[in-house]
Every structure is written in structure tokens, then in C-alpha cells.
């Protein structure tokens, strides 16, 4: 019942910054955990950064912690990943993914979203 949107990535050069965004649709009364996943040429699909329900609590992957930042807007039904200093490892397809698992250990498993939007191409030249 939810379907997901992403937009916003881009060809940029290392150290720029980028924001991603994901509309979701659907009924009004679904809550949902929001994530980024992202996966590069040759590699498997990886946990980037996750937002709670209420938005009040994110988690992130070492990788881009302190880098990206994740957030959302219920009024615009929108979640957002901001990525900044990006690094020519962080080019990959960036997916964002909803859960609606209760489970507290979910946020970094891709198994417990439900929904994924089509995802969008970040590539970070040298």
C-alpha cells in the first residue's frame, strides 16, 4: 500500500554534497521505519541510514556517519538523506526502502522492508 519515489542524485565531484528525497504515498494512517540502502557496480546491497517512526531516532552506518544525516517530513511526505563531503566510494544506487517490522533490531535489515522505490544514481567523480 506504500510506494516510494526517489530523486536527487547526480553526478558530482568529491567533497560536494548531494540530497536525496523519497515521496511515499499511500493511506495516511501507515507509519513506517524509512531507510537508505545503497549498491555499488560488484558489491552487495548495503545498509546507509534509518529513521524511527516518529523521527526522533536515526541510526547510520559507519561509513557515512557524521556525513549524512537522515530525516523526514510527514506533512510532505517526504524522507531525505543529505549527504555531504561525499567521497568517490559513496557512488552507488541509492534505494529507499519503508518497514513497518515493530522489531527494534530491524533498522539495518533489508529483509524487513516491505517497500523500495526504484532508486537513484549517485556518482562521485575524483
Known amino acids: 500500500q506504500v510506494q ?3 530523486s536527487g542524485g547526480g553526478l558530482v565531484q568529491a567533497g560536494d554534497s548531494l540530497r536525496l ?14 531507510g537508505w ?3 555499488a557496480p560488484g558489491k552487495e546491497r548495503e545498509f546507509v541510514a534509518a529513521i524511527s517512526r516518529s523521527g526522533t531516532t536515526t ?8 556525513r549524512f544525516t537522515i530525516s523526514r517530513d ?3 511526505s517526504t524522507g ?3 549527504m555531504n563531503i561525499l567521497k568517490p566510494e559513496d557512488t552507488a544506487i ?3 526502502a519503508a518497514s513497518t517490522s515493530l522489531a527494534t533490531d530491524s533498522w539495518m535489515q533489508d529483509f524487513r522492508y516491505e517497500y523500495w522505490g526504484q532508486g537513484t544514481q549517485v556518482t562521485v567523480s575524483s
Open 37 to 39: 540502502f545503497r549498491q
Open 94 to 96: 541509492y534505494y529507499c
Open 80 to 82: 531525505y538523506l543529505q
Open 59 to 66: 541510526y547510520s552506518a559507519d561509513s557515512v556517519r557524521g
Open 4 to 6: 516510494l519515489v526517489e
Open 21 to 34: 528525497a523519497c515521496v511515499s504515498s499511500g493511506p495516511s494512517n501507515i507509519r513506517f521505519r524509512l
Open 74 to 76: 510527514y506533512a510532505k
